[in-house]
């Protein structure tokens, strides 16, 4: 990670390594885990201490999540020892740990979404008299839980109606609600942008302050150096190395792969076309899309950037006909392709990757083949019977292409590491050959030399003369492997650059300037609406 | 195998022509007290006899009954008492019996198609009819009157749906305003008899296809039965008489059904001794009003 | 982290304020609307039949609502919480019967007969709440079984014949101040659902359960204990319901409320509820049971025939429900 | 991709090769062990009364679960999909009483008349599926809604009374060198689901659209064109099995197969599938359909109650499930 983050440099005052360790809160003693025959974490001892904040680093399928997974009372060691203040403890269930002090926001997101946002933060400790809820007091704990984060959205609003970012904020406040002594955050700024990343390191630098001890888990280097104290590398469920947070990224990514990755985001030879091979004119929908154009030549990469709630994602969903539009087109190598048909938009070589993995990307149940082949399924069959010796073949070949960690791809997709699961997403559309590829984070959870490799893959495309729209959080993952980027704001596109030349600062401009021109809305007001 | 029967009460049992035999009795239903009645008598008379009976209850489902008789014949009983659920569907349920030979009564319904042994019965259409009396008799042979019908497409409700239909014929006094369901149900009676009253305020007669319905009617009318509007119900059974005796319900057709079943083990004890029987053993159906009903009570 | 943060924090923009009216106004809509569906319904039933908007009719039609009513309170609590119950109308027939077999055979005296098929009811409910949370059976099968078991020990207890209700169960088919007790019972039982629903945190869990059942375990909700509550409830209310059955017969029937199972979880459906759990409300169940009972008295006091009523009552199921989705599509978009 | 050729493609270590074999002998697990499941239950049965295994009776409990298993295969096509058809009972008897009607009364050749009863059976089941897929109705509401109308028509169509079938469809209740026609349809339609299940687009598109509709759809698998078919096939099988009842009887019963639908859909999920969709296979339904087949007709043999008979089925029931629960945490953990 070359590339600087919207993340604050190290700040001098803090107190990092320089005095000597505090007596950890809790201790993973020689732990090992397995499932069935598998042994995913194999004698492992980790120690969170108070004011620290313990990073845990590895590839996809390292074993990170089952490791904070038996802090957080979720599953049982089967070997080895759970420590918390210097004393042995079973830690049977949520609650076990909860009474304990610990808290963890997990990597997928535990939500209600029928459910007040609210609601979702108090889940499981709704303050009550006599059995009947307080809701006046709920309001207030959820209320302040959540100007902890900065997210001001109304308490009353289902959960499900905010997008991944914003649910991902409102799982941050309700660990943060449990003020507990030790905060396990796994992955937490997979979904979030920058802005909301250093929203969440002051809290972090509070929580440090205030002695929490926390476990860190993520896939962006450069917030190791950020935040992190000391760092656990995982490979293959062994602990390889521990070292300081300051250690050069370079070297982090050394022990957790196993070699260097020279290039984080390899450059393309070639150059793109003249022939717009995706073209959208006008694409509007009521109160979401505002007259967007977009074109994308053959051998493009074009990046969307833009703040949370910019729209990026209903755009994509748009154009790939997932969504409904009022008016506008949308061309495919010069064929207008039917609204709301994600079966034309398929056969037109559209390939979509979705934000949310598991609500709308996998089929959990089924097998990694099962899921790489369904764009595949009818195209590959005769006489209407699936292909599926083929479609096996042919998922085995994508699987070990995009180095997904399984079994084998008879594998349910349920029981794969996040980082993984998204590798499924994305190689379906590999498996698909897709020529026009729409990607909605596709790196989200994606370890860093398995996003070099999807990087590779957008390169592989664009070179066989196909086009990529890729929208990202990542600032500086959009601004490497673009050729230009486009920034949204407000459902409206506020402005374009050339990737090589643009800077984070530049694109930020741009994707603030919209809300604060156009759409009369003050934008350094308080919490607005709901009161109490 | 030993053949655990519902009622467990096997205490005396003389030995007497059919002693030991094993003898299926296949009711269409036994959710309906006047089965439970045909099976009580049947046993009663199964227990004094020494057969050894077993009852299965088809819950109103032909092809159930069909199935639970195949099983009965292969597991080896030596004669079969059919209550058919549906007359023209049990000549494929009794098949099995016939062609192993087994002797076949029929009871209360018959069987359409297939050479019996015999019929217990009592006849469900001039049950109908004979309702019709009574119940024009009630009212006067004047006024208007409704049909509370049982389970549409079963063969009881059809019969005494049409023998009922055919003897009001005979009053041109008498109006029937509604014919509605309440499938044979005690509940479905009382709404569908108060939905009925409410759209037609002057109604004086009422015609329940069952004691149920007639017993889920009379509380639908409250104090009003037997008074302004009178009910006749069909069955004879113990509820029934009871609001015979009361006076709330006019009249029941009793169709005895403890005799039926007694009869029919009767004579199937007969057959498996080897007598000759005759084809068709009527057991009387009788309209029962609060002049007779102390002759049916037990 | 001071001075660094040149971005703003997140704000909703202009569009997510927008759409937060449609979101007040939808919420009306979900408890307004059915309702409006159904006085159009009572409205062509009036103008077809004047009988049928008289008083007299319309506490005939709230008294034969109640029992499906009650039963269908229960059964929101399990469809609240994602699961389904079959057996509520045998687990009536066997309350009912117990209770009166309670008194008539058992001599118990008359408000203990009461208690003691309610809590019969309640067991029954338990005891297929744990099949279901410990002993992780699907909710239909536990259910089914129980359906299956109660309904056999109903015919088992009474030999297959009615027995008469206690007094204290018969109070119930009575009317106080000349209103029926069934409407009273009918409007308590959704006061006190209301209540659980929205009010207790047992309530709330409910929906968590049913909405993300991983969710709520992660977040220390303690999900069987919900579970079995859900189908003690539904048991409870479904005993209540067999209660008031009997009490308008003055008799326990072996057959009752057979059948009853699939009209109340399709008054819970009608009312705006998921089978898919986490949505639900008392206010659309009680206006489902209404539906019902309004298409059930109206075909009747038309006089349409017995073999064309089943026709017209799945066509006005369906289209109840249908009008119920274009709505809720048209408050979304 | 250049830089990257220097990584070594993901082999799998030691650990996860041994990993496979449990894995196989887990996907026999699934397979087999309801099977012996079934096997026990026999071999109590022909320990309680040797009659239970002897060439007749078994053929008999062939016979006797053919119709349920029919229409059960058809149910899992819906239930793999995530659906739930309440009107598979209803549809059997419209199908065999409006065949039995094209014969007796519209004249029809007899084999025309097996068709268009098979006809029926595919147009009303399409009917629930457009309802599900382009009406957005719940398949609870369009199916129940179905139950109710096709019952209604079936009642209209034969005045309430049976009908004479044609020999075409009398044939379906005859045997064949010995063996009854039901036992051999039973096995081609077995055939054919598992066909249709595992091997063919289709097929695998219901367990997509059951395992995640929305991922389905994105995946640009034509989510309403399988609903509509699953329903459809569904539908098709009903009727099929409803040819079965009728040839059985050689009469159409207005009656036919009422409350059937509950027990398909049990014959499924003890068959193993998920009613939230998206787990499903034919064996397994089988195994479900033969498991109620023998429960009823070892009942039967045994001469238990018809009162404690029900009891008897709801704790089989619910412990062959529990039994198969049991095993599916045996086998991953
Ligand atoms: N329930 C389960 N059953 C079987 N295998 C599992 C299960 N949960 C996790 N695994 C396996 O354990 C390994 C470690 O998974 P884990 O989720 O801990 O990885 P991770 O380090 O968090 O990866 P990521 O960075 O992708 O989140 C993976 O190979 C995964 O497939
Ligand atoms: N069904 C809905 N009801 C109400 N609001 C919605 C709905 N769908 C989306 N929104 C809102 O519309 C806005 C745009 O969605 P979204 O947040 O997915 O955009 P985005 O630019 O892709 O941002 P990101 O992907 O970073 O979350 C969001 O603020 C979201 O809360
Ligand atoms: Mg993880
Ligand atoms: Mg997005």
């Given at each position: 990670?070359?590339?600087?983050?919207?993340?604050?440099?190290?700040?001098?005052?803090?107190?990092?390594?320089?005095?000597?360790?505090?007596?950890?809160?809790?201790?993973?003693?020689?732990?090992?885990?397995?499932?069935?025959?598998?042994?995913?974490?194999?004698?492992?001892?980790?120690?969170?201490?108070?004011?620290?904040?313990?990073?845990?680093?590895?590839?996809?399928?390292?074993?990170?999540?089952?490791?904070?997974?038996?802090?957080?009372?979720?599953?049982?060691?089967?070997?080895?020892?759970?420590?918390?203040?210097?004393?042995?403890?079973?830690?049977?269930?949520?609650?076990?740990?909860?009474?304990?002090?610990?808290?963890?926001?997990?990597?997928?997101?535990?939500?209600?979404?029928?459910?007040?946002?609210?609601?979702?933060?108090?889940?499981?400790?709704?303050?009550?008299?006599?059995?009947?809820?307080?809701?006046?007091?709920?309001?207030?704990?959820?209320?302040?839980?959540?100007?902890?984060?900065?997210?001001?959205?109304?308490?009353?609003?289902?959960?499900?109606?905010?997008?991944?970012?914003?649910?991902?904020?409102?799982?941050?406040?309700?660990?943060?609600?449990?003020?507990?002594?030790?905060?396990?955050?796994?992955?937490?700024?997979?979904?979030?942008?920058?802005?909301?990343?250093?929203?969440?390191?002051?809290?972090?630098?509070?929580?440090?302050?205030?002695?929490?001890?926390?476990?860190?888990?993520?896939?962006?280097?450069?917030?190791?150096?950020?935040?992190?104290?000391?760092?656990?590398?995982?490979?293959?469920?062994?602990?390889?190395?521990?070292?300081?947070?300051?250690?050069?990224?370079?070297?982090?990514?050394?022990?957790?792969?196993?070699?260097?990755?020279?290039?984080?985001?390899?450059?393309?030879?070639?150059?793109?076309?003249?022939?717009?091979?995706?073209?959208?004119?006008?694409?509007?929908?009521?109160?979401?899309?505002?007259?967007?154009?977009?074109?994308?030549?053959?051998?493009?990469?074009?990046?969307?950037?833009?703040?949370?709630?910019?729209?990026?994602?209903?755009?994509?969903?748009?154009?790939?006909?997932?969504?409904?539009?009022?008016?506008?087109?949308?061309?495919?190598?010069?064929?207008?392709?039917?609204?709301?048909?994600?079966?034309?938009?398929?056969?037109?070589?559209?390939?979509?990757?979705?934000?949310?993995?598991?609500?709308?990307?996998?089929?959990?149940?089924?097998?990694?083949?099962?899921?790489?082949?369904?764009?595949?399924?009818?195209?590959?069959?005769?006489?209407?019977?699936?292909?599926?010796?083929?479609?096996?073949?042919?998922?085995?070949?994508?699987?070990?292409?995009?180095?997904?960690?399984?079994?084998?791809?008879?594998?349910?997709?349920?029981?794969?590491?996040?980082?993984?699961?998204?590798?499924?997403?994305?190689?379906?559309?590999?498996?698909?050959?897709?020529?026009?590829?729409?990607?909605?984070?596709?790196?989200?959870?994606?370890?860093?030399?398995?996003?070099?490799?999807?990087?590779?893959?957008?390169?592989?495309?664009?070179?066989?003369?196909?086009?990529?729209?890729?929208?990202?959080?990542?600032?500086?993952?959009?601004?490497?492997?673009?050729?230009?980027?486009?920034?949204?704001?407000?459902?409206?596109?506020?402005?374009?650059?050339?990737?090589?030349?643009?800077?984070?600062?530049?694109?930020?401009?741009?994707?603030?300037?919209?809300?604060?021109?156009?759409?009369?809305?003050?934008?350094?007001?308080?919490?607005?609406?709901?009161?109490? | 195998?030993?053949?655990?029967?519902?009622?467990?009460?096997?205490?005396?049992?003389?030995?007497?022509?059919?002693?030991?035999?094993?003898?299926?009795?296949?009711?269409?239903?036994?959710?309906?007290?006047?089965?439970?009645?045909?099976?009580?008598?049947?046993?009663?008379?199964?227990?004094?006899?020494?057969?050894?009976?077993?009852?299965?209850?088809?819950?109103?489902?032909?092809?159930?009954?069909?199935?639970?008789?195949?099983?009965?014949?292969?597991?080896?009983?030596?004669?079969?008492?059919?209550?058919?659920?549906?007359?023209?569907?049990?000549?494929?349920?009794?098949?099995?019996?016939?062609?192993?030979?087994?002797?076949?009564?029929?009871?209360?319904?018959?069987?359409?198609?297939?050479?019996?042994?015999?019929?217990?019965?009592?006849?469900?259409?001039?049950?109908?009819?004979?309702?019709?009396?009574?119940?024009?008799?009630?009212?006067?042979?004047?006024?208007?009157?409704?049909?509370?019908?049982?389970?549409?497409?079963?063969?009881?409700?059809?019969?005494?749906?049409?023998?009922?239909?055919?003897?009001?014929?005979?009053?041109?006094?008498?109006?029937?305003?509604?014919?509605?369901?309440?499938?044979?149900?005690?509940?479905?009676?009382?709404?569908?008899?108060?939905?009925?009253?409410?759209?037609?305020?002057?109604?004086?007669?009422?015609?329940?296809?069952?004691?149920?319905?007639?017993?889920?009617?009379?509380?639908?009318?409250?104090?009003?039965?037997?008074?302004?509007?009178?009910?006749?119900?069909?069955?004879?059974?113990?509820?029934?008489?009871?609001?015979?005796?009361?006076?709330?319900?006019?009249?029941?057709?009793?169709?005895?059904?403890?005799?039926?079943?007694?009869?029919?083990?009767?004579?199937?004890?007969?057959?498996?001794?080897?007598?000759?029987?005759?084809?068709?053993?009527?057991?009387?159906?009788?309209?029962?009003?609060?002049?007779?009903?102390?002759?049916?009570?037990? | 982290?001071?001075?660094?943060?040149?971005?703003?924090?997140?704000?909703?923009?202009?569009?997510?304020?927008?759409?937060?009216?449609?979101?007040?106004?939808?919420?009306?809509?979900?408890?307004?609307?059915?309702?409006?569906?159904?006085?159009?319904?009572?409205?062509?039933?009036?103008?077809?039949?004047?009988?049928?908007?008289?008083?007299?009719?319309?506490?005939?039609?709230?008294?034969?609502?109640?029992?499906?009513?009650?039963?269908?309170?229960?059964?929101?609590?399990?469809?609240?919480?994602?699961?389904?119950?079959?057996?509520?109308?045998?687990?009536?027939?066997?309350?009912?019967?117990?209770?009166?077999?309670?008194?008539?055979?058992?001599?118990?005296?008359?408000?203990?007969?009461?208690?003691?098929?309610?809590?019969?009811?309640?067991?029954?409910?338990?005891?297929?709440?744990?099949?279901?949370?410990?002993?992780?059976?699907?909710?239909?099968?536990?259910?089914?079984?129980?359906?299956?078991?109660?309904?056999?020990?109903?015919?088992?207890?009474s030999d297959g014949r009615p027995i008469r209700t206690s007094p204290a169960v018969s109070w119930l088919g009575s009317d106080v101040l000349g209103v029926p007790?069934?409407?009273?019972?009918?409007?308590?039982?959704?006061?006190?659902?209301?209540?659980?629903?929205?009010?207790?945190?047992?309530?709330?869990?409910?929906?968590?359960?049913?909405?993300?059942?991983?969710?709520?375990?992660?977040?220390?909700?303690?999900?069987?204990?919900?579970?079995?509550?859900?189908?003690?409830?539904?048991?409870?209310?479904?005993?209540?319901?067999?209660?008031?059955?009997?009490?308008?017969?003055?008799?326990?029937?072996?057959?009752?409320?057979?059948?009853?199972?699939?009209?109340?979880?399709?008054?819970?459906?009608?009312?705006?509820?998921?089978?898919?759990?986490?949505?639900?409300?008392?206010?659309?169940?009680?206006?489902?049971?209404?539906?019902?009972?309004?298409?059930?008295?109206?075909?009747?006091?038309?006089?349409?025939?017995?073999?064309?009523?089943?026709?017209?009552?799945?066509?006005?199921?369906?289209?109840?429900?249908?009008?119920?989705?274009?709505?809720?599509?048209?408050?979304?978009?």
């Open positions: 990670m070359t590339a600087a983050a919207p993340v604050p440099a190290s700040e001098p005052s803090r107190s990092r390594t320089s005095v000597p360790a505090p007596a950890p809160v809790l201790t993973l003693d020689s732990v090992s885990k397995s499932f069935g025959p598998v042994d995913v974490l194999k004698d492992i001892t980790v120690h969170v201490r108070p004011g620290r904040v313990q990073v845990l680093l590895g590839e996809n399928g390292a074993g990170k999540s089952t490791l904070i997974k038996m802090m957080s009372g979720i599953y049982q060691p089967d070997g080895g020892r759970v420590v918390v203040d210097g004393k042995a403890v079973h830690l049977g269930s949520v609650r076990d740990a909860e009474r304990l002090g610990i808290a963890t926001i997990h990597q997928e997101l535990n939500l209600v979404p029928s459910m007040t946002v609210a609601e979702n933060v108090l889940m499981g400790r709704l303050p009550s008299r006599g059995g009947f809820v307080s809701r006046r007091t709920t309001r207030r704990l959820a209320r302040e839980a959540l100007d902890r984060v900065r997210l001001d959205v109304d308490l009353d609003t289902p959960v499900g109606q905010l997008g991944i970012a914003r649910q991902q904020l409102v799982e941050i406040a309700k660990a943060l609600s449990l003020n507990a002594r030790v905060l396990i955050l796994d992955e937490p700024t997979a979904a979030l942008t920058g802005s909301e990343t250093e929203v969440l390191f002051g809290v972090v630098e509070e929580l440090r302050r205030d002695d929490v001890a926390m476990v860190f888990i993520s896939h962006h280097l450069e917030e190791i150096a950020a935040i992190g104290d000391e760092v656990s590398v995982l490979r293959d469920g062994a602990l390889v190395a521990e070292v300081p947070a300051s250690t050069p990224e370079d070297e982090l990514v050394r022990l957790m792969v196993g070699r260097d990755i020279t290039e984080q985001y390899p450059r393309r030879t070639h150059t793109p076309g003249e022939e717009v091979l995706l073209d959208v004119r006008g694409l509007t929908r009521t109160g979401v899309l505002h007259g967007i154009d977009v074109q994308v030549r053959a051998g493009e990469v074009v990046g969307v950037a833009g703040l949370v709630g910019a729209g990026r994602t209903e755009l994509l969903r748009a154009i790939a006909g997932a969504d409904p539009y009022d008016s506008g087109t949308v061309h495919v190598d010069g064929q207008r392709l039917a609204p709301r048909s994600v079966g034309s938009a398929v056969a037109a070589g559209i390939g979509h990757v979705p934000e949310d993995r598991k609500g709308q990307g996998l089929v959990l149940d089924a097998s990694v083949a099962e899921n790489l082949g369904y764009a595949t399924l009818a195209a590959t069959s005769r006489a209407g019977f699936a292909d599926r010796s083929g479609q096996r073949s042919r998922a085995q070949e994508v699987a070990t292409r995009l180095r997904i960690r399984m079994r084998d791809v008879d594998q349910a997709a349920r029981d794969l590491s996040g980082g993984n699961q998204q590798k499924i997403v994305f190689g379906r559309w590999v498996l698909a050959g897709s020529r026009v590829l729409l990607l909605d984070e596709p790196t989200r959870g994606v370890d860093v030399g398995a996003r070099v490799e999807i990087y590779e893959l957008i390169n592989a495309v664009a070179a066989a003369g196909g086009a990529v729209l890729l929208v990202s959080s990542d600032l500086p993952e959009v601004l490497g492997v673009s050729d230009r980027v486009l920034v949204m704001s407000g459902g409206r596109l506020t402005g374009e650059l050339p990737a090589s030349t643009a800077t984070q600062d530049q694109v930020m401009a741009l994707a603030v300037k919209h809300a604060d021109d156009d759409d009369h809305v003050a934008p350094s007001h308080g919490p607005e609406g709901s009161p109490s | 195998g030993t053949a655990a029967c519902g009622r467990g009460d096997t205490d005396g049992g003389g030995s007497d022509e059919g002693s030991g035999k094993s003898v299926t009795l296949s009711l269409s239903t036994l959710n309906n007290p006047f089965f439970v009645d045909v099976r009580d008598g049947a046993q009663e008379a199964a227990d004094e006899l020494g057969i050894d009976l077993t009852v299965v209850d088809a819950q109103n489902d032909s092809t159930a009954q069909t199935d639970q008789i195949a099983s009965a014949v292969s597991s080896g009983t030596e004669g079969l008492l059919i209550n058919a659920v549906d007359s023209d569907a049990a000549a494929a349920a009794v098949a099995p019996a016939l062609s192993g030979d087994l002797p076949v009564i029929g009871v209360d319904r018959t069987v359409n198609g297939a050479e019996i042994t015999s019929l217990v019965s009592s006849d469900n259409v001039a049950g109908g009819s004979q309702a019709a009396d009574a119940l024009a008799k009630a009212i006067g042979e004047q006024g208007k009157v409704i049909v509370l019908q049982g389970q549409p497409g079963t063969s009881a409700s059809r019969d005494r749906g049409a023998g009922f239909t055919e003897g009001i014929a005979a009053y041109p006094g008498i109006e029937v305003v509604a014919m509605q369901t309440a499938n044979f149900d005690r509940a479905q009676a009382l709404d569908v008899a108060t939905n009925l009253l409410q759209a037609n305020p002057d109604v004086v007669g009422i015609f329940a296809e069952n004691d149920e319905m007639a017993l889920g009617a009379i509380q639908a009318l409250g104090a009003r039965a037997g008074d302004d509007v009178h009910v006749v119900g069909f069955d004879g059974t113990d509820d029934g008489l009871a609001a015979v005796e009361s006076g709330t319900l006019e009249a029941t057709i009793a169709q005895q059904p403890r005799e039926l079943g007694r009869q029919s083990v009767e004579l199937m004890a007969d057959v498996l001794a080897g007598e000759t029987v005759d084809s068709e053993v009527p057991v009387a159906v009788e309209t029962v009003t609060k002049d007779n009903v102390g002759d049916y009570q037990s | 982290m001071s001075g660094s943060s040149t971005i703003a924090p997140t704000k909703p923009s202009t569009q997510e304020r927008r759409l937060r009216l449609p979101g007040l106004s939808g919420q009306l809509a979900t408890t307004l609307l059915p309702f409006i569906g159904l006085l159009v319904l009572c409205l062509v039933l009036f103008i077809l039949t004047p009988n049928f908007l008289t008083y007299g009719n319309l506490l005939n039609v709230g008294v034969q609502a109640s029992t499906i009513a009650v039963m269908a309170f229960g059964m929101t609590f399990v469809i609240v919480a994602g699961g389904i119950d079959l057996s509520v109308g045998s687990v009536a027939a066997l309350s009912g019967m117990l209770s009166a077999w309670m008194f008539a055979t058992a001599d118990l005296p008359g408000w203990l007969a009461l208690v003691g098929g309610l809590l019969t009811g309640l067991v029954a409910g338990a005891v297929s709440g744990f099949a279901v949370a410990y002993g992780r059976l699907p909710a239909f099968i536990a259910t089914l079984a129980m359906l299956s078991v109660a309904r056999g020990l109903t015919l088992v207890i007790v069934p409407i009273i019972v009918l409007a308590v039982a959704g006061i006190v659902t209301a209540v659980i629903l929205n009010r207790t945190v047992i309530g709330r869990s409910m929906y968590a359960v049913g909405g993300n059942e991983e969710a709520a375990r992660l977040s220390g909700i303690p999900v069987k204990r919900v579970l079995v509550t859900v189908f003690a409830l539904s048991g409870l209310f479904a005993a209540l319901a067999g209660m008031l059955i009997a009490g308008r017969l003055d008799s326990a029937q072996p057959q009752a409320a057979s059948g009853y199972e699939l009209d109340a979880i399709a008054a819970v459906v009608i009312g705006g509820a998921s089978l898919s759990g986490g949505v639900g409300r008392a206010s659309g169940t009680l206006v489902g049971a209404l539906i019902l009972a309004v298409i059930r008295n109206g075909l009747n006091v038309l006089g349409v025939s017995s073999f064309w009523q089943q026709v017209v009552i799945g066509l006005v199921i369906a289209l109840a429900v249908f009008v119920d989705v274009l709505r809720r599509r048209g408050t979304r978009s």
